[in-house]
């Protein structure tokens, strides 16, 4: 979600977290921002997806960023 929403910073502060837990880097290219809507997660799951070096899954924040996410994948 756009960093002006709350849950966006627990959303980051929670995967930042679980990545030094388990120690693993942030990159910071993995994480995308969109609206929390459809055409959200479809646009970010295709800038992922077209990267030199493509992420191996995805976290989505919520059921319709999923869904635009699947549609794109």
Do not use: H, W
Request: proline share 7%; with cysteine.
């Amino acid at each position: 979600p756009p960093p002006s929403l709350n849950f966006a910073y627990l959303f980051r502060q929670g995967y930042r977290r679980g990545l030094k837990r388990n120690n693993l880097d942030f990159t910071e290219s993995l994480v995308a921002t969109c609206e929390v809507n459809e055409a959200g997660g479809y646009a970010a799951t295709r800038d992922l997806m077209t990267q030199d070096d493509p992420p191996t899954a995805i976290l989505f924040n919520n059921d319709a960023v999923a869904l635009g996410g699947s549609r794109a994948l």
